[in-house]
């Protein structure tokens, strides 16, 4: 989702401070990686800029389609996080602990703690990190990329994922100066006249722009939803509602019938790199079918869906297990078969990026599970839960899912 930036702009960003978007990138991964890549993470590329992003994605979309991961590339997860319950994009060194110059962000903890509540056991880190995301919220109930940054529309998409994914605490009681996540996801919203897409963020003059990134995000977090809760909703669709006071499923059934147009040509997003050529944004599209289909738009999405399958696999393989898991939690999301998605088994292409799963079910997942129906399923079976790790973000789906501006590794 969002506009994509390569790994040499997100650093730039990163430095400078700017906030980056919530959900993973479509650049090509770095050639020549600056850090060594370690045993255990997903993907073969630098992992500087993305390795917890990438690695909880992969994992995510694993527990979705009930593929039981690998110890090693859980542990290397956990070994990511600070004492203080953040995690970076990467740290190298994970022995060493962090310090003031460790750059921490809301959207590698967020996406941390939902892949983390998909495998399950990991309630003390969970717990960590929520409490980390509480103490840096803004004022106005919304997160920034970075601690104190302003509130954008895809880290506050990604941190109510990651709220909403286990116990405690969920997104509507979790608020700072009586705002919760959702005021400040409607606070983005647009009226109808601008089509009742999000902005990203206000810009300097306060003014809001349709930001298909952003507005997949959102959609799927002001549902109540997140990568790894996101599915297919019951509700009809519905054209876009005006109101002086939105309710966040009003804004979230806005933004849906923005998605729903924009993609009612080609099929397509396409990329919104500031001076570069018009091109399809394969990762934003992937995301918006997710939202459309939490929406119950499953009309809308079945174009897109179908782009996907004709089109996609080649940018996945190009850009490594982010992308994979991106269409594997579209397909999921719309009842389609990830491990038959235009002829190719994603699931397996996914898992070859990395440590061999410990076991794998060979069918379809099952698209109706929720995560408490599936932990009922798990209680009753001889393989207790471990057999079941992997159901699936963003999206928001913060990603949304959600959620951008990450270089996905090879």
């Not at 921490?104 to 939902?114: G, Y």
């Not at 722009?209 to 939803?225: E, F, K, R």
């Not at 997710?290 to 996945?316: D, F, H, I």
């Not at 990026?353 to 995560?371: D, V």
Request: charge should be neutral; glycine fraction near 10%.
């Amino acid at each position: 989702m969002y506009v994509r930036r390569s790994a040499a702009v997100l650093a730039a960003v990163t430095v400078i401070g700017t906030v980056t978007p919530a959900f993973a990138a479509d650049s090509a991964p770095s050639a020549s990686p600056s850090s060594a890549v370690p045993s255990g993470l997903y993907g073969t590329a630098d992992p500087t800029y993305d390795g917890v992003w990438r690695q909880s994605l992969a994992l995510i979309a694993q527990r979705r389609v009930d593929v039981r991961p690998a110890a090693t590339a859980i542990d290397w997860l956990v070994g990511q996080q600070c004492a203080n319950g953040a995690f970076a994009a990467f740290r190298a060194e994970p022995a060493k602990a962090c310090d003031a110059k460790t750059m921490v962000d809301t959207n590698s903890t967020a996406a941390a703690v939902q892949a983390l509540a998909a495998v399950g056991g990991h309630d003390t880190e969970i717990g960590r990190a929520k409490t980390w995301l509480r103490s840096v919220q803004n004022k106005d109930g919304g997160w920034g990329y970075t601690a104190g940054g302003a509130s954008d529309a895809n880290s506050t998409s990604v941190v109510i994922g990651a709220l909403n994914s286990s116990g405690g605490l969920h997104a509507p009681n979790v608020q700072k100066y009586g705002k919760s996540p959702y005021d400040a996801l409607v606070k983005l919203s647009l009226p109808c006249a601008d089509g009742g897409a999000f902005a990203y963020q206000p810009d300097k003059k306060g003014k809001l722009s349709a930001n298909a990134d952003a507005t997949a995000a959102a959609v799927v977090a002001a549902s109540g939803q997140g990568m790894l809760t996101a599915r297919a909703g019951d509700k009809a669709a519905a054209d876009c509602a005006d109101g002086s006071r939105l309710t966040p499923e009003q804004a979230a059934a806005n933004g849906a019938a923005y998605l729903g147009k924009a993609l009612e040509k080609d099929g397509y997003l396409k990329s919104a790199l500031a001076g570069a050529e018009d091109q399809p944004d394969y990762g934003n599209t992937a995301d918006a079918v997710v939202a459309l289909a939490v929406q119950g738009a499953q009309s809308a999405a079945r174009k897109p869906l179908e782009w996907l399958e004709k089109n996609a696999v080649t940018w996945a393989k190009q850009n490594g297990p982010a992308a994979y898991a991106q269409l594997i939690l579209a397909a999921h999301a719309t009842g389609t078969d990830p491990r038959d998605f235009g002829g190719t088994d994603l699931v397996k292409q996914l898992n070859a990026t990395g440590p061999a799963p410990q076991s794998a079910a060979n069918g379809p997942a099952t698209a109706s599970a929720t995560p408490s129906e599936q932990e009922k399923e798990d209680d009753d079976s001889p393989f207790g839960v471990w057999w079941y790790v992997g159901i699936f973000l963003v999206v928001g789906i913060g990603i949304g899912f959600l959620l951008s501006g990450r270089n996905k590794g090879k």
